[in-house]
């Protein structure tokens, strides 16, 4: 119970990449908020700065800080390289000067709900702003801004936007075979996945997990150590509890597919 309740407690992070340094006016974001499937934001717990602007969202306080410089690139040039889905990422965040910290604080419900109105957040202060991108902390992901609050405007426990929030990175093994795994599950409050080698081609593997990182998320599943996962009744994949292959002292839901 405590480290349930430590992690509800927690900061939950994302920041906005600025080419012109600014906040979003109150109005507009609140408005946006809305259209988003938030609730009203109550005017009298407003409270703004020059650089700063905080008020509640639900249970929880939503907070944005204007930062003067640009988040280091040591934090985003990894992030940028792998991207396939944003090639322009690294020469839209190079020379970005300032950037928003987006912040949401509390104990308002669990990890995924609370992902869904930091996203929400995050998409309706980048629409507003001179934005060049968003990094999504909890995955180390950058996204493009109008792509981003596209895929927010249908977002539900129901249609969770696990591509914006988690990393599925696949690679070559030596041997011949694919390796996944993932960033940003630990974040949600559950198990990393891996497959650590496979012959399926990646199309398959990335379908696969993202299918069980759903199944975990959306209905709250645990996955035992030793049972076994599928898509359907007839698919059956060992899930064991084990250690990472690249963190021994990290526990990971390893997938035999």
């Known amino acids: 119970m405590a480290a349930e309740s430590s992690h509800k407690n927690r900061m939950f992070l994302s920041m906005v990449p600025l080419d012109t340094p600014s906040l979003p006016q109150p109005g507009e974001l609140f408005a946006t908020l809305s259209s988003l499937g938030e609730k009203p934001v109550d005017p009298a717990t407003v409270e703004a700065t020059e650089n700063t602007l905080a008020f509640r969202l639900g249970s929880d306080t939503a907070a944005l800080a204007l930062m003067p410089g640009p988040i280091p690139w040591s934090n985003l040039e990894g992030p940028c390289e792998t991207a396939w889905w944003w090639p322009e990422a690294g020469a839209r965040l190079q020379g970005h000067g300032s950037h928003l910290l987006v912040a949401l604080m509390g104990d308002g419900g669990d990890a995924v709900q609370r992902s869904i109105t930091l996203t929400r957040l995050t998409a309706a202060t980048a629409a507003?702003?001179?934005?060049?991108?968003?990094?999504?902390?909890?995955?180390?992901?950058?996204?493009?801004p109008a792509v981003f609050l596209e895929e927010v405007r249908n977002v539900?426990?129901?249609?969770?936007?696990?591509?914006?929030?988690?990393?599925?990175?696949?690679?070559?093994?030596e041997d011949g075979t694919f390796r996944l795994f993932?960033?940003?599950?630990?974040?949600?409050?559950?198990?990393e996945i891996e497959i650590p080698h496979s012959h399926h081609e990646p199309s398959a593997m990335f379908d696969f997990a993202y299918s069980i990182a759903d199944y975990i998320l959306a209905r709250g599943a645990e996955v035992r150590d030793g049972h076994t996962v599928g898509r359907s009744q007839d698919e059956k994949v060992l899930a064991v509890h084990a250690p990472s292959m690249w963190d021994s002292q990290m526990t990971v839901l390893r997938l035999d597919f």
């Open 182 to 191: 993932t960033t940003g599950m630990k974040a949600l409050g559950k198990m």
């Open 128 to 144: 507003h702003v001179d934005a060049a991108g968003i990094f999504w902390g909890g995955g180390s992901l950058v996204h493009d």
């Open 156 to 173: 539900s426990i129901e249609n969770l936007p696990l591509h914006l929030w988690i990393d599925f990175r696949i690679e070559r093994n």
